[in-house]
């Protein structure tokens, strides 16, 4: 039975090595570093008394220094156990809780498409090549060499440009015997309905290859070259071999470069940046183990992308409003699944920097010493909520510390909340201690302690306390600290701003949208204000016609601030300027996820009724069943609301405007 790599790939990476390989090894206490997934223990291969087996999670291999013997998962399962490959499979399958694939005529049909889909997307990216470097491609190998690139460089990532003509990569591709459903499936050019010909995808940008962790070329981002361009970068859409909020650029090279190779930093950590230019600059600046998402706000599957090469990967965002509040997202992301040994680091760069200009001049000395002013998670999260003015009341006090407890809570590993609870109450007696509310604001006295307990009003240095003042004027001005809370969730300022800029929703599924049962306030009241609106409109349904009834009822301030919401989130389907076909999509997910968020809470309802009535019955052996998916049910309500963060923005990066769905890319 044949399996396609990608399944392969899936159980490899759900399965540490470790776990296939310790049922048949004791590991060795003293050289085992188990936070850092490298093990050691005595050869199951060969007789040896001293251990020199040695296996490491990360790259999914392991070796051994006395006989040579090195493998994979399935390798570990043929040689030692003597299983066959199809036996192997299953076994890694079986602990990684994935159902074995049935690989009939049409899977493996499939397999091959895939494989000949990577073939077409080496073509493009040669075509691109060949155009950076033609006589149409100067102004584009112009604004690399003033950002600074060398040819080295170019040629290491294979940058390219995509020219201005609307068939040039159609051409070629068909001229190279390339059929149109294959070019279609990669995404390289704009199909469909209402798009009488196909036309290329990307026109008169910049083309940066994505590659796979195989290192084969999967997807393109594109940094146009207009500056009146609606859309500045833009990605392949979502197909066969790209989804990109599973992918990070340039993970490969810089999992060769975190685990031994040149240009590591921090001991070999993985670093995450914001853009594509930021990983090629840094790079060049001889750190070569640094990722970016593609567009978007770091997600889950990205994220453990990064644990899996790093116990505390960096997270490095640029010092605007707009990095700040991506940090804070990333922050919270990450808390429900931190364990002994792994977390983030956060290195925030200078104000109106980024990575790009920290390097450009001076190379990485001024990088490294922002890597080396890096903040654990805990002072992220504890800047973002003590640093928001006075707490001169025992009400403030009380209403910082519940709000504290209940962002730690959602973290799962019970010895990893434990302490996260120690530090905060730590962190907490120090900042309300008399020494610290000898009077003034509390938020002078949080920048004079640096946000540290233990210190009290205390100064610790001008560099310190610069530093940290520094942080927390930051994040007020990028708006998480100050009046934050106050927003609706974003999944439901998503669904009302949607339906308001686009009311040609409400003849599509008017039933469904007059049910959506807001749970903020401001939303509610909104809400029976508009739907009456839009009932009465008849054949003046419009976006003006909803626009001038809702602002001339007074609800002209909380349209404002849900556009700037949405806005912020970079969300642009529920914008005005999106084509319906994606404000469409971007409404559907956004209630997916309000529906699913809404029944949670319910069943959490319904299970903490039922642990108060066990526990009044005394009936102990239902009540650890009870609690145990009550933590389930809560753990998953975190994770609904951080997916807040990274709704998947339809249209976002596709170029598509109302009324303009073909005239750009």
């Not at 600074?148 to 591709?173: D, W």
């Not at 978007?296 to 997270?315: R, Y």
């Not at 039933?511 to 807001?518: L, M, T």
Request: with cysteine; hydrophobic share 40%; charged share 25%.
């Amino acid at each position: 039975m044949r399996f396609s790599n990608s399944f392969l790939d899936e159980i490899r990476d759900r399965v540490p090595i470790s776990a296939v390989v310790g049922r048949r090894v004791t590991w060795d206490r003293k050289k085992t570093n188990v936070s850092r997934g490298d093990y050691w223990a005595c050869c199951p291969f060969h007789g040896e008394k001293s251990p020199s087996f040695h296996c490491e999670d990360r790259k999914g291999r392991y070796h051994c220094f006395g006989c040579g013997v090195s493998g994979d998962h399935f390798r570990f399962l043929t040689d030692l156990e003597g299983q066959s490959f199809p036996e192997a499979v299953q076994t890694v399958a079986d602990m990684a809780g994935i159902a074995m694939p049935q690989m009939d005529a049409q899977a493996e049909k499939r397999e091959k498409e895939r494989t000949t889909l990577l073939d077409v997307m080496e073509l493009a990216t040669r075509f691109f090549q060949d155009q950076l470097q033609s006589a149409g491609g100067a102004k584009a190998r112009a604004y690399l060499r003033d950002r600074g690139l060398t040819g080295r460089t170019i040629e290491t990532f294979r940058l390219g440009y995509a020219p201005e003509s609307r068939n040039a990569l159609k051409e070629y591709l068909a001229g190279k015997g390339v059929p149109k459903e294959q070019i279609e499936a990669c995404g390289l050019v704009r199909h469909g309905e209402g798009i009488a010909v196909s036309y290329d995808y990307f026109r008169d940008r910049i083309m940066f290859p994505i590659l796979s962790s195989r290192e084969k070329v999967i997807a393109f981002g594109g940094r146009a070259m207009a500056p009146d361009a609606l859309a500045k970068y833009m990605n392949s859409p979502d197909t066969e071999l790209f989804h990109k909020g599973q992918v990070l650029y340039n993970f490969a090279r810089a999992r060769r470069a975190s685990q031994g190779g040149p240009g590591k930093s921090e001991g070999g950590n993985i670093i995450a940046v914001e853009g594509y230019m930021d990983v090629i600059a840094l790079h060049q600046a001889g750190v070569e183990n640094a990722v970016a998402p593609l567009g978007t706000a770091l997600t889950e599957n990205q994220l453990d992308l990064l644990w899996k090469i790093s116990a505390v990967p960096m997270l490095c965002f640029d010092g605007d409003g707009a990095g700040l509040r991506a940090a804070s997202r990333a922050a919270d992301l990450a808390l429900p699944f931190l364990k002994p040994g792994r977390s983030v680091r956060f290195a925030l760069l200078p104000d109106g920097k980024d990575p790009d200009d920290l390097v450009k001049h001076e190379g990485r000395a001024p990088f490294d010493k922002v890597l080396g002013e890096a903040r654990p998670l805990v002072d992220m999260i504890w800047q973002r909520e003590a640093a928001s003015g006075t707490f001169d009341t025992p009400e403030k006090r009380a209403e910082l510390e519940a709000r504290l407890k209940q962002i730690i809570a959602v973290i799962a590993d019970e010895s990893v909340r434990r302490h996260y609870q120690q530090e905060i109450r730590d962190r907490l007696n120090s900042f309300f201690s008399p020494s610290s509310r000898g009077g003034g604001d509390r938020r002078q006295s949080f920048q004079r302690s640096g946000g540290r307990p233990g210190q009290g009003g205390i100064p610790q240095g001008p560099r310190a306390a610069g530093r940290a003042a520094g942080v927390s004027d930051r994040l007020t001005r990028s708006g998480l600290v100050r009046g934050y809370r106050d927003l609706p969730a974003l999944r439901e300022s998503v669904l009302a701003l949607t339906i308001v800029n686009h009311p040609q929703l409400l003849l599509e599924e008017y039933d469904e949208i007059a049910a959506i049962d807001f749970e903020n306030r401001d939303l509610q009241r909104f809400w029976s204000a508009m739907l009456p609106a839009a009932a009465t409109a008849g054949a003046n349904l419009s976006r003006e016609y909803l626009m001038q009834r809702l602002t001339g009822e007074g609800f002209d301030a909380i349209l404002k601030s849900l556009d700037q919401q949405v806005r912020n989130a970079r969300l642009w389907t529920a914008t005005e300027i999106a084509a319906l076909e994606d404000a469409r999509e971007g409404y559907r997910q956004a209630l997916s996820l309000h529906k699913r968020t809404k029944a949670l809470r319910i069943q959490k309802i319904e299970l903490e009724r039922a642990i108060a009535e066990a526990t009044e019955a005394g009936d102990a052996g239902e009540i650890e069943p009870l609690l145990r998916a009550l933590s389930e049910v809560q753990l998953e309500i975190l994770r609904m609301e951080n997916q807040e963060a990274i709704i998947d923005g339809f249209g976002v990066l596709s170029g598509r405007v109302k009324g303009a769905a073909v005239s750009h890319g």
